[in-house]
């Protein structure tokens, strides 16, 4: 290329990006889109499909505790991920309504013992993850002058880290359950 050439087609890249430059902010100095007024209630954003969301987070939080009673705990794990998921969205989605929404009595005394559950199931997990974690050490420190004792230790401890992975899972249960009880309106 020459040098004038190049010069030229330095001026025109010169040239449009000031063009953009000043350009661009008008550009974006669109009309915004009209706001409500402030004491305008929003529209509802909860509709026939979050009831379809609300029943499949109920199906799948069910089979989720029937596989953790059978002991296929990933699979439950990953039921109660999905559920939790549904639960999150309805949350998002559907949370002016169901705060507009009173429990019943009965409603507030079974969300009370729900919390209360999960609170002990955690509780048993952290204590169950802390005892592995002594015996996974004891198991660390007599590995060299006894194999056979160090395997025993581990696999204990193997076993309190799946117990406690079992009371966690069951705390999400509990704790799905309020949200269950809380969404139910979209199931009528």
Not at 108 to 133: C, F, M, P
Request: glycine share 2%; hydrophobic share 40%.
């Amino acid at each position: 290329m020459t040098i004038p050439r190049l010069l030229r087609v330095l001026m025109l890249l010169i040239a449009i990006s000031a063009f953009l430059s000043l350009a661009g902010p008008v550009w974006s100095q669109t009309k915004a889109p009209p706001q409500p007024p402030a004491s305008a209630k929003p529209p509802s954003k909860c509709g026939p499909d979050h009831a379809i969301l609300y029943k499949r987070a109920v199906n799948l939080l069910d089979k989720a505790e029937k596989k953790l009673a059978a002991k296929y705990t990933a699979e439950a794990k990953a039921l109660l991920k999905e559920s939790n998921s549904l639960f999150t969205i309805l949350l998002k989605e559907c949370g002016p309504e169901q705060k507009e929404r009173n429990l019943t009595p009965q409603e507030e005394q079974q969300e009370a013992v729900n919390k209360k559950l999960a609170a002990d199931e955690l509780a048993q997990a952290a204590r169950l993850e802390k005892s592995a974690g002594a015996t996974m050490k004891k198991s660390d420190q007599v590995e060299a002058a006894n194999r056979d004792l160090s395997v025993k230790y581990a696999r204990q401890a193997k076993a309190e880290y799946e117990l406690a992975q079992v009371h966690s899972l069951k705390a999400i249960i509990y704790s799905l359950r309020n949200q269950q009880m809380i969404f139910r309106f979209l199931a009528r």
